[in-house]
């Protein structure tokens, strides 16, 4: 069992910047890829990053790239996304996603993944 938890969504201004977090207990995280998801009100949940288990490979939704990043510190057990230039059509629960996998493949279908996070409100005010 691998427990997620999210952390560092709030309130923010168009163009403002938001870091957060995902620190996972319960096993090591070098064993999965991890991605961050979003899900807005009335919209299905969404592929927003993922990077693979080393590090080494990450992939983004087109609608992010050039603004956000994700990064994982495997030493700590936790994962980042970093956020920048955010817009309010960034405004989401953002969910934070572990899959056991042997590869370096990312995946974007949630379904794929095993574990997840509680969620975060990441609001963006226009």
């Known amino acids: 069992q691998v427990q997620l938890v999210e952390s560092g969504g709030g309130l923010v201004q168009a163009g403002g910047s938001l870091r957060l977090s995902c620190a996972a207990s319960g096993r090591t995280l070098s064993r999965f890829a991890m991605g961050w998801f979003r899900q807005a009100p009335g919209k299905e949940r969404e592929f927003v990053a993922g990077?693979?288990?080393?590090?080494?490979?990450?992939d983004y939704v087109d609608s992010v790239k050039g603004r956000f990043t994700i990064s994982r510190d495997n030493a700590k057990n936790t994962v980042y996304l970093q956020m920048n230039s955010l817009k309010p059509e960034d405004t989401a629960v953002y969910y934070c996603?572990?899959?056991?996998?042997?590869?370096?493949?990312?995946?974007?279908?949630?379904?794929?993944?095993?574990?997840w996070g509680q969620g975060t409100q990441v609001t963006v005010s226009s």
């Open positions: 990077v693979s288990r080393s590090g080494l490979y990450k």
């Open positions: 996603a572990a899959e056991m996998i042997q590869s370096a493949s990312i995946h974007r279908l949630d379904y794929q993944y095993d574990y």
